[in-house]
């Protein structure tokens, strides 16, 4: 089993930044890949980004890419999701996900086999 736990999260205003962090424990070969999804009030969960946990590739939504990085630190385990120039549609409860297999393309959650609690932001 894989355990994930989200933190960071919070209320910020527009044009401002927040750095979620997952870390994450368990099996190695559960979180081949790591994703950061959300979810907003009657929104279906969005897929944001993707890391590939041993070769560092990377996926971005276009609803985020620019403005959101991901990446990781393999002495803590822990994958982070820095958000810059906040936008009040970014609101949601922020999620962070693992996958044995990496997947290519725009995050599917139904890929994604161990997920964390959750972290609410809140731009506004």
């Known amino acids: 089993d894989v355990q994930l736990v989200e933190s960071g999260g919070g209320s910020v205003q527009p044009g401002g930044s927040l750095r979620l962090s997952c870390v994450i424990s368990?099996?190695?070969?559960?979180?081949?890949?790591v994703g950061w999804f959300r979810q907003a009030p009657g929104k279906e969960r969005e897929g944001v980004a993707r890391?590939?946990?041993?070769?560092?590739?990377?996926y971005y939504a276009d609803s985020v890419k620019g403005r959101f990085t991901i990446s990781q630190d393999n002495a803590k385990n822990t994958v982070y999701l820095q958000m810059n120039s906040l936008k009040p549609e970014d609101t949601a409860m922020y999620y962070c996900?693992?996958?044995?297999?990496?997947?290519?393309?725009?995050?599917?959650?139904?890929?994604?086999?161990?997920w964390g609690q959750g972290t609410q932001v809140t731009v506004s």
């Open positions: 368990g099996h190695s070969r559960g979180s081949n890949c």
């Open positions: 890391i590939a946990t041993g070769s560092g590739n990377t």
């Open positions: 996900a693992a996958a044995t297999a990496i997947g290519l393309g725009p995050l599917d959650p139904n890929q994604f086999d161990y």
